[in-house]
């Protein structure tokens, strides 16, 4: 067994260090952690309404999560209400909204939108209080690439979404190693 | 070859570019989403009456759970373990009548977190998932709520495949 202390691992030549071989595991230590080495679930944001959010009837509308529950890489945007990830790869997202009516109608959907074209819809009828939740896993250029949620609701007349952060809610993280 | 390396930073010359683990090489203590918890109810449910938040106790033994944090029917963040944690649920209701409200809350502490109302029509299920920060000793129960007008108690956690708690923490988040 071979010991080695030393502050700076550096490649002798070229700008890429192999750590190990087909077939070894690199393990740390008991209690060590790592950062930055691609292995967090981050960037990673949860976010909540910050007041009541009017839809009007059979309009698409950008739900307005104004207020975060954390938000590691400063990654959601309050004023947008869109989450641009500054690392590329493949992401959990969420969203769950509710109307705050017990009124029946027929048709409710949300969404997921990249760039503004829908990713995942999820449609339901409205009966007394019923919830939406969709997730979708997602892929992220890491640069420009934006993501945002959208209600609609075909009632005939505007109605609130809650503003309670146990019945609307949204987020998303990182997934590691796809 | 087996042997220890202390280091301060791994990094390149330049501080930027790439750090290769090979393919075939895994990567672990440390990069894994741990705590990880799921549990499923058991076939037979329980009879949930109306107008009352009843807790799920019809937990089968965990398919798995890394840190035993499972006890008394609530996952406990252990020691050392405060972090953002996934939490995903899914609660069965078995019921074919008219619409009503049936509800399922993940409870932090005794308090509703989050909530998945639904009207079941036709053996509904309420659904959930979000993410959350949690502190060393905060604990997770699911509840089961209806609401039904002619107060009749209905079966409900009856169904292994639609009535589950899933709970992981990320990492670094």
Known sequence: MSKLEVNTLAPQTGTTITIGESGDTVALGSGASQTGFGGTNTPAFAVVPSAVQTISTSTDTVIQFGTESYDTDSCYDTGTYRFTPNVSGKYFLYVKVRFDSDTDWDYNMVKIRKNGSDLARLNSRNEFYEGLILTKVIDANGTTDYFDFTVRQESGSSRNLSSDAAECYAGAYKLIGL | ?173
């Open chain 2, 1 to 173: 070859m087996a042997g220890t390396l202390k280091v301060g930073t791994i990094t390149t010359p330049s501080g930027s570019g790439s750090i290769t683990i090979p393919s075939g090489v895994s990567l672990s203590g440390g990069v894994a989403n741990t705590p990880n918890f799921f549990v499923r109810s058991d076939t037979t449910g329980f009879s949930l009456s109306a107008g009352s938040h009843t807790k799920v106790t019809s937990w089968t033994t965990p398919e798995f759970d890394t840190a035993s944090a499972w006890s008394d029917n609530k996952f406990t963040i252990p020691s050392g373990q405060a972090g953002k944690y996934c939490v995903s649920a899914s609660a069965y209701f078995n019921y074919t009548g008219s619409a009503k409200r049936f509800q399922m809350s993940i409870r932090v502490n005794g308090s509703a977190d989050g909530l998945a109302t639904i009207s079941a029509t036709y053996n509904n299920s309420a659904k959930i998932s979000y993410t959350k920060e949690f502190s060393v000793g905060d604990y997770i129960e699911m509840y089961l709520y209806q609401d039904q007008v002619n107060s009749t108690a209905y079966t409900a956690a009856n169904n292994a495949e639609q009535t589950f708690l899933s709970i992981y923490k990320l990492i670094g988040a």
